[in-house]
């Protein structure tokens, strides 16, 4: 395998996409970006869009859309339940490629959308990729798709305008960290520990250390996810991350509502105060470099 990391072609200006416009901005401002993860199809589609639009309207400012799987490898129980209700109810990737049509219609918010590769692969790369394109994705996120085998995906999605995020990992090494950034466009998504998603109480230890590891590997702005869930954690990250990601913990809301309007409120009001914690006391990112 080669130790080279393929450039795609046909890449259009980064500045032109709006998830690097979105991180420009929350730059410009001093603010720390919150990503919301939520899974597409729970408990349905018409719900997702509610609770979507809920989380734009309460302050995300990225939201990623889980398509449903049936095999996950590193959704830990909240998110595989959601995911097992939302391939009941017959959600699959052409839905919920519908579902960012539906949603382009009322949103302008930066839409990515988080997957495994099997459903791209049944549908075909160059056909989701300009299905996705149309319909308004801005951004793919692939779990099981590696830097060193994404040559063909990278050119396919970046030449349609959408950014490519990849997961770097506490075990990276320095080496794969490389190829990790310099396959990422958009942002760099870091997991903040080894195992799968889920609430925890608090943050690992040696986080910060590992975010500056990173940081001296790209820059692109660098979002940090799971086990990010309340508030204090995001206050704690201020000023050494660029955003925080937080899946399960809008899940969970999700599975304990009663209706989808309950869900869209419930998930509004924790968005809500994940972003007012990006926005006050030590998360606010001082616009003179001074964090």
């Known amino acids: 395998m080669s130790e ?28 720390m970006g919150l990503v919301a993860y939520v899974t597409a199809g729970d408990p ?25 799987f049936s095999d996950p490898l590193a959704d830990g129980p909240v998110i595989q339940r ?48 300009a299905e996705a394109a149309a319909a308004g994705a801005s951004g793919v996120l692939i779990t099981d798709v590696i830097p060193e085998e994404s040559a063909e995906y990278r050119e396919a999605v970046q030449a349609r305008g959408m950014d490519t995020i990849f997961l770097a990992a506490p075990t990276s090494t320095d080496v794969r960290l490389a190829r990790i950034a310099q396959a990422s466009t958009g942002f760099l998504y870091l997991i903040s520990r080894t195992g799968v998603t889920g609430t925890r109480d608090a943050l690992p230890e040696g986080l910060p250390e590992l975010i500056r590891r990173v940081r001296a590997h790209t820059r692109l702005p660098i ?20 955003a925080v990601v937080v899946g399960s913990a809008i899940v969970a809301a999700v599975e304990k509502a009663s209706s989808a309007d309950a869900a869209a409120e419930a998930v509004g009001d924790l968005v809500g105060r994940l972003k007012r914690a990006g926005r006050e006391g030590v998360s606010r990112r001082a616009k003179d470099g001074n964090a």
């Open 82 to 129: 959601a995911s097992e209700r939302a391939l009941r109810v017959g959600t699959s990737l052409r839905s919920v490629l519908e579902l960012v049509r539906k949603l382009r219609l009322k949103t302008t918010v930066p839409l990515v959308l988080f997957t495994y590769y099997n459903p791209i692969l049944q549908m075909g790369l160059d056909r989701f990729a």
């Open 223 to 242: 979002a940090v996810g799971f086990g990010v869930s309340l508030p204090s954690h995001v206050s704690v990250l201020g000023g050494i991350v660029d």
């Open 44 to 68: 349905s589609p018409d719900a997702t869009e509610k609770i979507v639009l809920a989380a734009d309207a309460a302050g995300a400012d990225v939201i990623e859309l889980g398509v449903p």
């Open 4 to 31: 080279t990391v393929r450039t795609p072609s046909a890449t259009p200006p980064s500045t032109d996409r709006p998830i690097t416009a979105k991180f420009n901005a929350l730059s410009q401002a001093g603010e």
